[in-house]
């Protein structure tokens, strides 16, 4: 024991952070353990009053693929509003992305390798500019991207209109880019020759022809999949991650410690962007074509997505599995009140009702469990 312990009449003790916890306390401080959860209960939800088709190969595929394509940016949201920032402008991101991505494809007649780069490059761009906006005024990001979200809506209006002869739709992608060797990568079924052989053994359900009834993974949920995991690698296992919680929890100390904090924000912004336009060109390609409507209020759900995945609308706190999930959630959700005989306009109730039960339970039921701020 020091002098100066003795003087206090205390000894040092083990550090806090070393302290052990009970495995109830270690589970309860995941972030995704909400997302999680609330799978569970949509899951028993409608195998109780679904059609049981819905849990059929075909019909999870279904669920998937928009579930992928809202997680997609919700991984994005995730990473920013763990990083402290919230983008508002990833919906319409969509609609521009799919705009410039477009046009690059059937106006400009450009090679799908050179189209993906130009709808890229604009994302950069745009990323880069929400993040100078917002450090260099001090506005908080909640406006700055506010303010892009019809920026960018009106710019897809204007665009489609010039691009189109006067309409506010663009068609033709699927022509522009036939034979070209990338575009499996980005569109259609993965790994159709396996699926066609698990059906030739009879190990899924066929047509009676005997085709396959699903005939591969939408490529999609592959990206959805490769994203998730590689963020959540980025989070837990590099500097880069800790440089984004550091960010997200207090700025200020993180400066002071060296975590160069402005650097960190623009690249979050930036993958925000890049996340909405892998959508735009997924959905584009697979759709043939783009509307000025494409992406409406996605950035409402990617965010509630992201909240139910476990992120803190403070920042510094977050998961980006978490918002995998929370996006399957919602992609079950929308795709399963077909299987119902529920109005799907209930939907919309749900979004509502699931973001405010997310916030409780990551700002009161984990707090008063954990004692986590």
Known sequence: MSLANEQNGSAVGPDE????????TAILRRPELGAVAGLVLVTVFFLLTANPAMFTLAGVMNF?????????????AALLM??????????????????????????WQMPLSVA??????????????????????????FIVTLAFLFILRGLTLVGLKWASGGATQLRGMKEAVAGS??????????????????????????????????????????????????????????????????????PRAAR?????????????????????????????????STDARRGFQKEFEAIIAAVIGGCLLTGGYGSAIGAFFGSIVFGMVLIGLTYTSIDQDWYLVFLGGMLLTAVVFNNVIRKRVTGER
């Open 17 to 24: 952070r070393l302290k052990k916890v009970s495995t109830l």
């Open 64 to 76: 998937m693929a928009p579930a992928a394509q809202l997680g997609i940016l919700a991984i994005g």
């Open 82 to 107: 763990i990083g402290g920032e919230f983008d508002l402008s990833i919906g319409s991101m969509v609609a521009f992305a799919g705009l410039v991505f477009g046009t690059a494809l059937v106006v």
């Open 116 to 141: 993906i780069l130009v709808a890229l490059a604009f994302a950069v761009f745009i990323g880069v500019t929400n993040a100078q906006l917002t450090m260099r005024t001090g506005l908080p990001s």
């Open 181 to 250: 060797p990338l575009a499996p990568l980005f569109s259609g079924d993965a790994f159709p020759g396996l699926f066609a052989w698990l059906a030739q053994a009879e190990i899924i359900d066929t047509f009676p022809n005997g085709s396959p009834r699903v005939s591969g993974i939408p490529v999609e949920i592959l990206w959805f999949i490769a994203i998730a995991l590689l963020a959540t690698w980025i989070l837990l296992r590099t500097r880069f991650g800790n440089w984004i919680f550091a960010s997200g929890g207090d």
């Open 256 to 288: 002071k410690s060296g975590v160069p904090v402005a650097r960190v924000k623009t690249t979050l912004f930036v993958v925000t962007a890049l996340c909405a336009t892998l959508v735009a060109i997924l959905t584009v390609l697979d759709a043939g």
